[in-house]
């Protein structure tokens, strides 16, 4: 992008502004200065004319005094009735003419007819024939004897063949001004050069009187008779640079159109306007530039040469001048700038020695990493740490960069994005044998390169480990499966015996029973005590081993709740006794039938019993039943018992073992209560092959309570996961033991 510099730019606009404003001002000073000296032009043309409409009416005025001197005068009364050549010659000579200005006179009696008529040239001071349109006074001219104004006044132009002519008619009356009438006495002054030249040196400019009917006058007088209208007789035109014409219109005394006077006038006023304002626009172009540059000039001073300067000083701001401040001068908002910029220059070096700083230090970590890191290009090493060049059989790192890329590594292409990809190899260092590796590869970019860092984790310790551990799991399972079998086979094998002893030990009870040895009694009631103990625990061992084999079946039967009940309560009662306990039953299920194994529940729930009637001293056992809601995707709902008693309770670090084999809480416990310690971990197996779950809660010294939650329908008998290991918990308890 093409740089265009502040002061330029400034200036242009500085420049715009100043001839536009300046333009502006012109414009409005020519028009209005020019109007203003056009009106008044027009004005003074305009008195001008007037001046002259002036003068011919002056000279009309006096025409109509001469006439009305001769009009009402008895001798002229008498010379109408009688017409004699002594009156004519006395007041009609020529000097009579030449002294009065007139070129016209005529005596008409009332009856139109003419009794005296004479024109005179007053030029060349010869009779001429008086002019033929005032031959006759009938038709229009009649209007020349009528006198409707009280005075008998009647003047006005009227235009003849050969020129205009002032013209005034009065009554012929007495010397008192009596009538009756006795005829007109009609006087004209032609509007010949002579009268006009006389009235132009009144006025004392040149004058020009046309006839308005006359086509051949020249363009500028018509243009004069255009711009005229009768409404406004004056009109004005400009005839060049130098001159200006006016004219007036003046009506013939029928009030039709008579002559046109014409003034023509130097245009001083104009020219002067023009002068004024060409020396006002100057004058105004010459301020414009001088505010101009003093414009510009300060703002260059102010701001421009300041923010010029501080561009300079920060242009060289870098890395390798860290310690750079700009110059601030004023208190302005510029030297706010250029503090806000010297405190950030001062953040920035602080950042940058962070960022050196850093850097050094995540080099000397990567550096010293055990775990190669190699950054190529696809093709080449960019970068190594030392590990990496020693991995890649390059000597120093410093000397990796540019190297050709070891071909395994160089194959591998991670994702575009931010995800690193994890492949394990096997490498063959130059110097040495096979390794297992694991290699992160991830792909580096920013704006203008593209890279891929490697991490190399040498895996081949691990991978031993996890073949060993392995090894030793397979060898465990197969332990322990063999344990499995020899303890079921055990316990079937101890079980047949023990049946033996026990029946054996009820037959010798039988037969001493009426003996009086008391001793040989407790003898036989021990060893049978100790059998069915034995068998008991046999039993569940056999029970827990069947389970963990998987051959332990379910079958779903249906069940009704109301007599599981009864027969558990019948199962319990000499438990219960037994302790001085009491014993309560709360059904609250909706319903009363159930479909699941009930072998498996009665077992459960006997035991659960079983062991708080054991743990338990005058107090109260309840067993709960509800109804809960199943687990979402289930077929049918749950069924819950719970379990609680007022009994000794157990403490909270135990209850997560409760449920391992042979796990009993407390050792004096076990002298006190007796037991296996195998109830509770085959309940929870149990529960687990009804499709449900077992669980406690307890607090010492208040009680406890186990709840069984199984679905109301037994659906699958799967496997559950937790015997594939349950094999090797038993055995380390069992090791414990
Ligand atoms: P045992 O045959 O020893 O009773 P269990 O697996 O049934 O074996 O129980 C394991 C241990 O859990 C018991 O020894 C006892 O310490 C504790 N326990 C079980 N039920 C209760 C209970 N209702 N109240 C207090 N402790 C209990």
Redesign the pocket.
């Known amino acids: 992008m093409k740089l265009t510099s502040l002061r330029t730019r400034t200036l242009i606009a500085t420049l715009i502004i100043l001839f536009g404003l300046v333009g502006f001002l012109l414009f409005f000073t020519y028009t209005i200065i020019g109007h203003g000296f056009q009106v008044l032009e027009e004005r003074i043309v305009q008195e001008h004319v007037q001046q002259a409409a002036n003068a011919l009416y002056d000279s009309l005025a006096s025409l109509d005094r001469t006439t009305n001197d001769y009009a009402i005068w008895d001798a002229t009364y008498a010379f109408v009735a009688e017409p004699d050549l002594a009156y004519v010659n006395d007041n009609f000579a020529p000097t009579t003419f030449s002294n009065n200005n007139l070129s016209y006179v005529a005596v008409v009696n009332t009856a139109g007819a003419v009794v005296y008529a004479h024109a005179t040239d007053l030029a060349s001071e010869q009779e001429v024939a008086p002019p033929a349109e005032l031959a006759h006074f009938t038709g229009a001219n009649a209007r020349l004897l009528q006198h409707d104004d009280p005075n008998g006044h009647l003047s006005g132009v009227v235009v003849l063949a050969d020129g205009p002519m002032l013209l005034a008619a009065r009554p012929i009356l007495t010397n008192q001004g009596a009538g009756p009438a006795r005829g007109t006495l009609l006087m004209g002054r032609r509007l010949d050069a002579r009268e006009i030249a006389r009235l132009a040196a009144i006025i004392r400019m040149p004058l020009t009187v046309r006839r308005l009917d006359d086509s051949s006058q020249p363009p500028a007088p018509q243009q004069a008779a255009l711009a005229s209208t009768a409404e406004q007789p004056n009109g004005v035109i400009p005839r060049d640079n130098q001159r200006i014409s006016g004219s007036t219109r003046i009506a013939d005394i029928f009030g039709q159109p008579g002559v046109l006077l014409q003034v023509e006038l130097p245009r001083d006023v104009a020219q002067l306007g023009q002068e004024v304002t060409r020396q006002y626009g100057l004058v105004l172009l010459g301020l414009g530039l001088l505010f101009g540059v003093l414009v510009f000039w300060l703002i260059e001073r102010v701001v421009l040469a300041r923010i010029i300067t501080l561009n300079a000083q920060v242009a060289v701001v870098d890395a390798s001048h860290p310690d750079v401040q700009v110059t601030v001068t004023g208190r302005d908002e510029i030297s706010q700038l250029g503090s806000a910029i010297n405190q950030m220059l001062v953040r920035l070096g602080h950042a940058q020695q962070q960022l050196v700083e850093n850097e050094r230090r995540y080099r000397q970590i990567i550096e010293l990493s055990p775990d190669p890191i190699i950054v190529h290009d696809g093709r080449h090493i960019q970068y190594t740490n030392t590990a990496g060049a020693r991995l890649l059989g390059l000597g120093a790192a410093t000397t990796a960069h540019g190297q050709p890329l070891d071909a395994t590594i160089g194959a591998l292409i991670p994702p575009r994005d931010d995800t690193p990809l994890r492949v394990e190899r096997v490498l063959l260092p130059p110097d040495g044998e096979a390794i297992e590796v694991e290699l992160v590869v991830l792909s580096l970019h920013d704006q203008e390169h593209e890279s891929i860092q490697v991490l190399v984790r040498n895996i081949t310790a691990r991978k031993q480990i996890e073949q060993a551990l392995r090894t030793a799991k397979e060898a465990a399972e197969t332990a322990n499966r063999a344990k499995t079998q020899f303890l079921a086979t055990m316990s079937h094998e101890l079980r047949t015996p023990l049946t033996s002893i026990i029946g054996y030990a009820d037959l010798l009870n039988e037969m001493f029973a009426d003996t009086s040895d008391h001793e040989v009694r407790q003898h036989l009631k021990r060893i049978r005590s100790a059998g069915a103990h034995l068998l008991v625990i046999i039993n569940a061992v056999l029970d827990i081993t069947r389970i963990e084999a998987g051959r332990m079946h379910v079958q779903a039967v249906p069940v009704t709740l109301a007599a599981l009940l009864h027969l558990v309560t019948d199962s319990i009662q000499p438990l219960v006794e037994r302790n001085g306990n009491r014993f309560e039953i709360a059904n609250c299920a909706a319903v009363d039938t159930m479909e699941t194994d009930e072998v498996h529940l009665r077992q459960i729930l006997i035991?659960?019993i079983?062991?708080?009637c054991?743990?338990?001293h005058a107090g109260l056992i309840t067993l709960t039943v509800t109804m809960l809601p199943g687990k979402a995707g289930a077929a049918s709902d749950d069924v819950s018992f719970a379990?609680r008693?007022t009994?000794?309770?157990?403490h909270p670090d135990?209850v997560a073992r409760?449920?391992h084999n042979f796990?009993?809480?407390?050792a004096s416990?076990?002298r006190k209560?007796?037991?296996?310690?195998?109830?509770?971990?085959?309940?929870r197996r149990l529960a687990s092959l009804l499709g449900g779950s077992l669980t406690v809660t307890?607090t010492p010294e208040v009680?406890?309570t186990?709840t069984l939650t199984v679905p109301r329908k037994l659906r699958v008998a799967a496997t559950p996961a937790w015997i594939l290991d349950f094999g090797l918990l038993q055995s380390e308890t069992l090791a414990k033991q």
Do not use: M
């Not at 796990?663 to 407390?666: G, M, S």
């Open positions: 035991n659960l079983g062991n708080a054991k743990f338990t379990v008693d009994g000794i309770g157990i135990q409760l449920f796990v009993q809480v407390d416990l076990t209560y007796g037991g296996t310690g195998l109830g509770l971990a085959l309940s307890s009680g406890s186990f």
